[in-house]
């Protein structure tokens, strides 16, 4: 589909009332300009004849984002995320199916894809290399990336937009801009063009790279991994340093940097480590840093429960077994056209090193005892190995799983009233009742998966 038919169909006035309907949600945060969604959606016919009239036109101007940082540990420095306003969250997301319709062909695997590559692969090649690019993000250069996008895009007013996206600055809250030199590099993260056009520039190197038969090439988003052999080992190092510094002037991490004998010397990738575990072929297990956060995260889940007068016994067990266990839905993310797999066990699921699940087994029923939680029942506790045998091997029909979405209404209503002990008077309507199921059950599931995805940042 051409760049110009794609982006004539969403600026019209019935795609932007679809994409503002389907994919800006009421609890957005806002941006600098603070209007809420409602305020928005009150206004709503005017402010998209607006939009369409301006970017169709070229003249549209997006509002300085606005600033939120986003602190990982003690020892690095803060992400910095850019919130746009409501209005221009529409136009970009609008912006964002425009470019990913028109390079459909580019997309970021998932990291379960580039897991199931490293361990199909694994058998093939003795040596790695581990790449990391420094603030890849930040550092995109607008010019290599407009004449990547101008292969594709040859009318004016949607590279204009596009420039305009990426150039438009980040300030605090209160307004101040930090940076008032022209802006000539970085795509702004948190933008939902972000991961398209960060793909888009570095797609030429993935094609390279990927179709290279005696390598195995995988990248997500800024850590690359490259398997080869002895043999090739020194070129292949050399050649990928030079296109990464050499070709799209990104920088590299040394202190992230790690190259050598698989076996030997091992390595993590997205939350993963391959390591010799004294057979013929390294395998694929639970990073350690990740093993001692996944473990404190069960033991913060008890420390809630004990000094909770709120939690009941019920939900504690089934916090715990949800847990364990994983959730299957549709319904969590908002796109109820896919049904999505989420938790721990389900992003591990490719782990050969199975022993750290009876472990994990183990680990809960110390728990429980040094909890002294006498009063749980063992017998009801779901176990993390059982749990990963289904999803490998029965997915699809366990009833072992969790499966919020496959509840009734009268169903749901005696979860809330039986495990959460929602009084009968505040379910009175089918209303209410998904409401407080959505904040209940739902909500905590999208927490543990930001857990996850923490893992893999």
């Known amino acids: ?20 309907n389907a994919f800006i949600k009421s609890n957005t945060a806002l941006g600098i300009d603070k209007m809420t969604f409602k305020n928005f959606d009150d206004n709503k016919k005017q402010l998209l004849k607006l939009i369409n009239k301006k970017v169709l036109s070229g003249t549209f101007k997006f509002t300085p984002y606005k600033e939120k940082l986003i602190i990982k540990s003690r020892s690095s420095y803060p992400r910095l995320i850019s919130i746009p306003t409501i209005r221009d969250k529409l136009v970009l997301k609008s912006l964002h199916l425009v470019l ?14 580039c897991i199931q590559g490293i361990k199909e692969s694994i058998p093939n090649f003795s040596r790695f290399i581990k790449l990391d690019i420094t603030n890849f993000y930040g550092t995109v250069k607008h010019g290599i990336l407009m004449e990547k996008l101008k292969k594709r895009i040859k009318k004016p007013e949607i590279l204009t937009l596009i420039s305009k996206a ?18 000539t590099q970085g795509v702004p993260q948190g933008l939902s063009i972000s991961n ?76 993963y480590s391959v390591k010799d575990f004294g057979t013929s072929l390294p395998k694929l297990t639970v990073r350690d840093a990740n093993k001692r956060r996944f473990e404190d995260s069960l033991v913060r ?24 266990t994983g959730s299957i839905s549709s319904k969590v993310s908002g796109d109820e056209m896919r049904e999505f797999r989420y938790g721990w066990l389900f992003y591990f699921s490719q782990m050969e090193d199975t022993g750290f699940l009876y472990h994990l087994d183990w680990f809960v029923g110390e728990l429980l005892d040094k909890f002294k939680f006498n009063h749980i029942d063992r017998t009801q ?77």
């Open 1 to 20: 589909m051409s760049a110009s038919t794609e982006f004539k169909k969403y600026y019209s006035l019935t795609h932007l009332d679809q994409v503002f």
């Open 100 to 113: 990913s319709n028109t390079f459909a062909d580019i997309k970021q695997p998932l990291p379960q894809e």
């Open 166 to 183: 990426i150039t438009t600055p980040t300030v605090s809250s209160n307004g101040e801009s930090k940076n008032l030199e022209v802006i």
């Open 196 to 271: 398209v056009l960060a793909n888009i520039y570095l797609h030429d190197l993935d094609v390279k790279f990927s179709n290279q038969s005696e390598i195995k090439y995988i990248r997500y988003v800024d850590d690359i991994i490259i398997l080869c052999t002895e043999s090739n080992f020194n070129t292949v190092y050399k050649e990928i340093r030079y296109e990464l510094e050499g070709i799209y002037n990104l920088t590299l991490n040394q202190d992230k940097e790690k190259k050598g004998i698989i076996k030997e010397e091992g390595f993590d990738f997205l939350g």
């Open 301 to 324: 889940l008890f420390a809630k429960y004990k000094h909770s007068d709120k939690m009941s016994p019920e939900q504690f067990l089934f916090s715990i077994n949800n847990k364990i």
């Open 381 to 457: 506790v779901k176990s993390f190995v059982k749990a990963f045998y289904e999803i490998k091997y029965n997915v699809k029909e366990s009833s072992y799983l969790h499966r919020p979405d496959d509840l009734s209404l009268e169903d749901k209503t005696l979860l809330l009233i039986n495990t959460f002990h929602v009084p009968l008077r505040n379910l009175e309507n089918s209303i209410w009742v998904e409401k407080i199921y959505k904040k209940l059950v739902y909500k905590p599931i999208l927490e543990y998966e930001r857990d996850i995805h923490s893992t893999i940042s």
